[in-house]
């Protein structure tokens, strides 16, 4: 039986790394270390002595790795594997999910492919759940502003509150614009005005 | 069409790209470009050759080594436009300047200050058995490496056995040296700038000191994408050679520090970046700055040109330090990424005078001097080595000569021979 791959995460985000680590754990690998943030990678990597390191694209560090791959690790060209190069549908993958990864030993492709399959699947899993928040955040925004514009209207011109809103909806659909884009000109007009 | 995506990295040399976005030039020159802010050398290569990115700032040493085959991931690249001269400078911790002035008050004193003093201080480590002194520079085909490589080599000093070179980001470059994990570095401004301001560090070399108006960054684009976008790619030249050309002219200066200042650029103070770019470079903090007014240069000179001789100076610095271990000819190669017929038709289109040759000889000029162009001369600027060598791209053959003991004796025998 092989001996079980050493992982090693680099990311500027804790959630993601613990994402990224538990994917890792259940597809059979040891995760030796996860760096969130710092710039001793140097260090890190001789002790710690991964054979692969998946790294966020958005960590500066990756230059520093590379060169290290270069020097210090393998002084052979060319040191550093992007796992295949010849694989270039994952590259492409990995680089849209803003993930790369780093073999250090003469791991054959079909090894390490899984840890990169796992650590992108993660990696847009992440991007998802992000978006999600934001379009969450956003909704509950835009619900708070046309209250408020429903409230001025209700306020102003003593209508009831179905009233106001058929209202407003009327002149979103009038000027073609987004409801909530027209209740926040209408929140801004009477912040003026009042 | 979508807009092209554009990277940069925020240093001072992306202020072409920065005015071309902010002052209109895109518009004017009808193209929509996004301008993606990178925090890697190594995100760029790959978001460039993966199509993610339609061009971007690059190290002018970069879409060679891309195209040689010896960066990883890599694709053929062309460059149609150099986005400026010089902007580096090399920077020694406060400490380390103090040894430094100890070992050889002289030579010191000297601008560019020598590395024979650095060479003193590491013999007395050596004696002493004390660790090896850390520089950084920013990527392994970075200018950076070659003119710290070149400033070191040039006092006696092995940058491979007698200092332990690494690559460390340009925004890790301060905090670096301010925790002491390194002990000097070379790198864009405005990082040397802020290691001054903050009383860490000490220029003792300009990238223009070591070599006057030489090659910095490029905007490069995928062998693939000039091929298949001719009309597009050469709408994305002129525009930047539009900006490059407003943004060289002094009156225009503090409106580039002010737009590289905001956080969507690079994020430093504005009076940081405004020194060098008006050509006032503070060496040590408390000490009044000196007058180097081609410390930035956008477009004068032939800034601009991709210049065949600047890409095989950078070519014989990886053949010297042993990145490029194949023998390619050197020629051949510099030509086929170095797209100087680009540059033409897009400054033709502008009314830019380009230089009918596409080569010069590098180390030769002490002052201004001139060169036939389309439309009319172009003005140059000098080009000399502070060590006094020259550099003649036509006769590669005998500066090749230099390198023998630099390469396994077979590679060098297969050099020759493709390079004769």
Redesign the interface.
């Known amino acids: 039986m092989q001996s079980r791959l050493r992982v090693m995460i680099v990311d500027e985000k804790a959630e993601r790394a613990a994402l990224i680590e538990s994917g890792l754990i259940e597809a059979g690998c040891e995760v030796v270390g996860c760096l969130i943030g710092q710039s001793d990678l140097e260090s890190k990597v001789s002790s710690l002595q991964p054979d692969v390191i998946v790294i966020d694209m958005e960590c500066p560090d990756r230059d520093t790795l590379e060169d290290m791959f270069r020097t210090t690790l393998h002084r052979q060209h060319p040191t550093v594997m992007f796992v295949d190069r010849s694989d270039s549908e994952s590259i492409r993958a990995a680089v849209q999910a803003g993930v790369s990864a780093y073999v250090v030993g003469g791991l054959s492709p079909e090894r390490v492919r899984p840890i990169l399959e796992v650590a992108i699947a993660r990696f847009q899993e992440f991007q998802t759940l992000r978006r999600e928040l934001d379009d969450a955040k956003s909704n509950l925004e835009e619900r708070k502003v046309v209250e408020r514009a429903k409230g001025i209207l209700m306020k102003r011109r003593g209508m009831a509150e179905d009233e106001a809103f058929r209202l407003l909806r009327k002149m979103a659909m009038d000027r073609k614009i987004r409801l909530a884009a027209l209740a926040r000109e209408i929140v801004a007009a009477a912040e003026v005005l009042l | 069409m979508k807009p092209l995506r554009v990277g940069f990295i925020p240093l001072s040399d992306c202020a072409v790209l920065a005015v071309a976005q902010e002052k209109g030039f895109f518009r004017r020159h009808e193209i929509e470009v996004t301008l993606s802010r990178e925090?890697?050398?190594?995100?760029v290569r790959?978001?460039v050759a993966?199509?993610?990115l339609d061009a971007a700032q690059m190290l002018a040493g970069m879409p060679l080594a891309a195209t040689a085959?010896?960066?990883?991931?890599a694709e053929p690249m062309v460059t149609g436009l150099s986005l400026g001269l010089n902007g580096n400078a090399i920077t020694v911790s406060t400490s380390l300047w103090a040894r430094m002035q100890e070992a050889d008050a002289d030579s010191v004193m000297r601008r560019p200050a020598s590395a024979v003093a650095l060479r003193r201080v590491i013999d007395d480590d050596r004696r002493q058995r004390r660790p090896m002194l850390r520089f950084a520079m920013?990527?392994?085909f970075s200018t950076h490496n070659y003119e710290l490589r070149y400033w070191l080599a040039a006092a006696g000093i092995d940058p491979d056995n007698d200092v332990r070179l690494?690559?460390?980001?340009p925004?890790?470059m301060v905090?670096?040296l301010g925790r002491v994990?390194v002990d000097g570095f070379c790198v864009g401004e405005p990082w040397s700038s802020l290691a001054v301001s903050r009383g860490l560090g000490r220029i003792v070399a300009t990238k223009y000191d070591i070599w006057n108006n030489s090659p910095e960054k490029v905007l490069a684009v995928k062998r693939r994408f000039a091929e298949q976008n001719p009309e597009v790619h050469r709408a994305l030249l002129r525009a930047v050679l539009d900006a490059a050309r407003w943004a060289d002219l002094p009156e225009n200066r503090g409106e580039v520090a002010r737009i590289l200042a905001a956080e969507a650029y690079i994020g430093v103070p504005e009076p940081v970046l405004a020194a060098t770019l008006d050509g006032r470079v503070v060496l040590a903090r408390d000490e009044a700055p000196v007058s180097i007014p081609d410390f930035h240069v956008f477009h004068r000179y032939g800034a601009n040109v991709p210049w065949i001789s600047h890409a095989l100076w950078l070519l014989v610095q990886m053949l010297r330090w042993g990145?490029l271990?194949s023998a390619p000819n050197l020629m051949k190669l510099a030509r086929s990424v170095y797209r100087v017929d680009l540059y033409r038709a897009a400054a033709l289109e502008l009314g830019v005078s380009a230089p009918d040759a596409d080569l010069k000889s590098e180390g030769v000029h002490g002052g201004p001097w001139s060169l036939p162009g389309t439309a009319g001369p172009v003005e140059m600027g000098p080009d000399l080595f502070f060590d006094g060598r020259e550099f003649h791209p036509t006769e590669l053959a005998s500066y090749l000569m230099s390198l023998q003991g630099n390469l396994p004796q077979r590679s060098f025998e297969a050099l020759l021979e493709a390079n004769s």
Request: hydrophobic fraction near 40%; avoid cysteine; charged fraction near 20%.
């Open positions: 925090v890697s050398w190594a995100n790959d978001k993966t199509g993610d085959g010896i960066d990883p991931f920013v990527y392994p690494s690559v460390v980001p925004i890790r905090e670096m994990a990145q271990t």
